[in-house]
């Protein structure tokens, strides 16, 4: 049982907990796993979190499964399920709250192919203002996500990118898309204002078309301050970063996301 856990990144008391599990829970443990391993999301809802990163933790047998099946290579479902370590932190390492995230990566939708991610994604986001995007509800896309815990370094950004584009040509063949997409802070035109244009987020934006912003800061303030005060001059300054953006918005400043797409075709030439 729990056969990939040492390659998830556990604080070593929360990995202590879930290999202690007793032995009598084992048979529900893996009937919950083949459950969500196949599109149930709803068995984890009334489970605890420390039995949701169990559960978890045993269904990526069935992942790996789905690799070697794709022959993918073993070190990207490493980097991939390596996320579910980050997700246990941000939980107080008290088990696994967002597995409605983490199904992405158990489900061999999501792939982390050097610094970033790179999700499997047909196109579903009613919201979106498709007059401005090239592509339509329903249209093939990969989606960008950008994980936690190192830098943003343009180069490998660059090469990430380039490396999906051939990882996809070759495992997905048959999964016809032309752009990659991406909603993020990180892409908020309005984060020139404020930052340096030669910042690793700032390049990094520059390999999207930015097709519109906008002002919604919830994901801004969340990954910069950690969470929102109602008093704005109580955030911390202790970043370059916190200390830019606290002063934008004690001015008037406002934080947002931003809807931008990559080209897959045009990435290599400009690139």
Known sequence: ???????????????????NIPDSRYNKINSLAKKFATGNNKCLVNQNDLTRLAVVTESLKYTKEKYDELGIDFNIFADTVKDIGIWCSNNGNRGLKNYNWIRNHVRAELFKIGRLQFQIYK??????????????????????HIPQGEKLIYED??????????????????????????????????????MMPDSNIIKFSNL????????????????IFGKRKIIKSR???????????K?????????????????????????
Do not use: H
Not at 123 to 144: A, E, M
Not at 208 to 223: N, T, V
């Open 1 to 19: 049982m729990f056969e990939y856990i040492d390659l998830l990144g556990l604080d070593v008391k929360l990995k202590n907990r879930v290999i």
């Open 123 to 144: 196109c579903d986001n009613v919201t979106l203002n498709y007059g401005k995007l090239p592509f339509k509800l329903g249209d093939n896309l990969v989606y960008i």
């Open 157 to 194: 950004c660059v090469k990430s990118v380039k490396s999906a584009i051939d990882f996809f040509d070759k495992f997905f063949p048959d999964y016809n898309f032309k752009y990659f997409f991406c909603e993020s802070w990180l892409i908020y035109q309005g984060n020139i204002r404020f």
């Open 208 to 223: 999207f078309k930015i097709a519109y912003s906008l002002d919604i800061d919830c994901q801004a303030i969340e990954r």
């Open 235 to 245: 955030y911390e300054e202790n970043t370059s970063l916190r200390k830019s953006a």
């Open 247 to 271: 002063n934008y918005i004690m001015n008037g400043g406002k934080l947002g996301i931003g809807i931008g797409y990559i080209d897959k075709e045009l990435f290599y030439d400009k690139f």
